[in-house]
T-cell receptor, first 111, second 115 residues
């Protein structure tokens, strides 16, 4: 049972455009929602994270929007650049030290 | 970069043979994790450790065992490898916080092919 569902599996965006990745979760006990970025041949690295007491968090061109009632959260990449081409994973955890990851989204930014 | 080293980085083995992957950290972090990455499935937790000799199962633990005899080393063993265990394996570490895992730092992965 996949507790965190991520969509789309892949997306292509033009340079300067907005990339949007969505995640939905089932467990209402989740209280920590990070996004990880992975480049080919490398391990994932933390990009940005949010807790459910806020509805939005922005760091540079990356924004997490969080909708607690809908049990959904999303990553927006503004002014997408070719260097943003990577695989992005959403994740969630609760009351402990294990992260459950979504299936990943491969983003390609065309110049 | 976090001090995490995985070995071997690449391995090809035959079905039924034992395989051990090693994760070594120099950060003295309490928590260590083994994930596998497969297309469409993201990262799935195999086992994790919250201290020396303290380990627990993740969501896909069948066919895998782990050991942690020292803070810095976390071993993943496939007792009898099967083709379904062909995957990329990632080790991760975290300091842990009172409110959850905090940031996970990942190694560069070990690509295992079981023929």
């Amino acid at each position: 049972q996949q507790q965190v569902k991520q969509s789309p599996q892949s997306l292509i965006v033009q340079k300067g455009g907005i990339s949007i990745i969505n995640c939905a979760y089932e467990n209402t006990a989740f209280d920590y929602f990070p996004w990880y970025q992975q480049f080919p041949g490398k391990g994932p690295a933390l990009l940005i994270a949010i807790r459910p007491d806020v509805s939005e968090k922005k760091e540079g061109r990356f924004t997490i929007s969080f909708n607690k009632s809908a049990k959904q959260f999303s990553l927006h990449i503004m002014d997408s650049q070719p260097g943003d081409s990577a695989t992005y994973f959403c994740a969630a955890s609760y009351a402990g030290n294990k992260l459950t990851f979504g299936g990943g989204t491969r983003v390609l930014v065309k110049p | 970069d976090a001090g995490i080293t995985q070995s071997p980085r690449h391995k090809v083995t035959e079905t039924g043979t034992p395989v051990t992957l090693r994760c070594h950290q120099t950060e003295n972090h309490r928590y260590m994790y083994w994930y596998r990455q497969d297309p469409g499935h993201g990262l799935r937790l195999i086992h994790y450790s919250y201290g020396v000799k303290d380990t627990d199962k993740g969501e896909v633990s069948d066919g895998y065992s782990v050991s942690r005899s020292k803070t810095e080393d976390f071993l993943l063993t496939l007792e009898s490898a099967t083709s379904s265990q062909t995957s990329v394996y990632f080790c991760a570490i975290s300091a842990g916080t009172g409110m959850g895992p905090g940031e996970l730092f990942f190694g560069e992965g070990s690509r295992l092919t079981v023929l």
